[in-house]
């Protein structure tokens, strides 16, 4: 005799490959700013962030309906951003030095009634100009961890390493982080 309840319970029991894999406007749609956001995190220039996210959705669009849920769908772009970024570094690196025609970024026009868009913008650039002192695998399992909220299996997960591998570049990328914080306090005169 089956009751109402048995058919989600079997859906919460069913193995990851019967999952429905989700369409990639949803995908798209869903996690595109947590995308770009990483991309940021991870050192991304603002000026090649919209191309480095669109690399990204290209890897995704090919491989979605292999996705095999072995991970959150979070977890799986976030693995995807950091091999896209890696080789956005790579490229750079082995490109010749372009020109110096250097264009400012544009700041978004903030009304100065309010103090605390200002106050957030300033935020973010400290925190941008901190985490580009860290490796790039300190970085990563920082972003995650720290301002993604992921838990630290799936960081793990995310960065292909073990868990106390996770473990021990989060509390190295932690201690530089406030090394950092302090050294910019001190600098500034603030407490």
């Given at each position: 005799?089956?009751?109402?309840?048995?058919?989600?319970?079997?859906?919460?029991?069913?193995?990851?490959?019967?999952?429905?894999t989700p369409a990639f406007a949803d995908v798209y749609r869903d996690h595109a700013p947590f995308v770009w956001r990483v991309l940021r995190r991870l050192g991304v220039a603002p000026a090649?962030?919209?191309?480095?996210?669109?690399?990204?959705?290209?890897?995704?669009?090919?491989?979605?309906?292999?996705?095999?849920?072995?991970?959150?769908?979070?977890?799986?772009?976030?693995?995807?951003?950091?091999?896209?970024?890696?080789?956005?570094?790579?490229?750079?690196?082995?490109?010749?030095?372009?020109?110096?025609?250097?264009?400012?970024?544009?700041?978004?026009?903030?009304?100065?009634?309010?103090?605390?868009?200002?106050?957030?913008?300033?935020?973010?650039?400290?925190?941008?100009?901190?985490?580009?002192?860290?490796?790039?695998?300190?970085?990563?399992?920082?972003?995650?961890?720290?301002?993604?909220?992921?838990?630290?299996?799936?960081v793990a997960g995310a960065v292909g390493c073990p868990l106390q591998t996770a473990y021990s570049r989060l509390h190295a990328a932690r201690a530089a982080v406030e090394a950092a914080v302090?050294?910019?306090?001190?600098?500034?005169?603030?407490?």
């Open positions: 005799m089956t009751t109402a309840g048995e058919p989600a319970a079997a859906a919460v029991a069913a193995p990851a490959a019967t999952r429905a090649e962030v919209e191309d480095a996210c669109q690399e990204v959705f290209l890897v995704v669009h090919r491989k979605l309906a292999g996705f095999e849920h072995r991970s959150s769908l979070r977890t799986w772009l976030y693995g995807i951003a950091v091999h896209c970024a890696s080789d956005l570094r790579r490229r750079v690196r082995r490109s010749p030095a372009a020109p110096a025609t250097v264009v400012a970024p544009v700041e978004p026009a903030v009304d100065p009634a309010q103090p605390a868009s200002v106050a957030q913008r300033q935020a973010r650039a400290v925190l941008d100009e901190i985490l580009d002192q860290l490796d790039h695998d300190k970085r990563a399992v920082f972003v995650l961890y720290e301002l993604e909220e992921l838990t630290m299996a799936e302090k050294r910019r306090r001190a600098r500034e005169g603030t407490p």
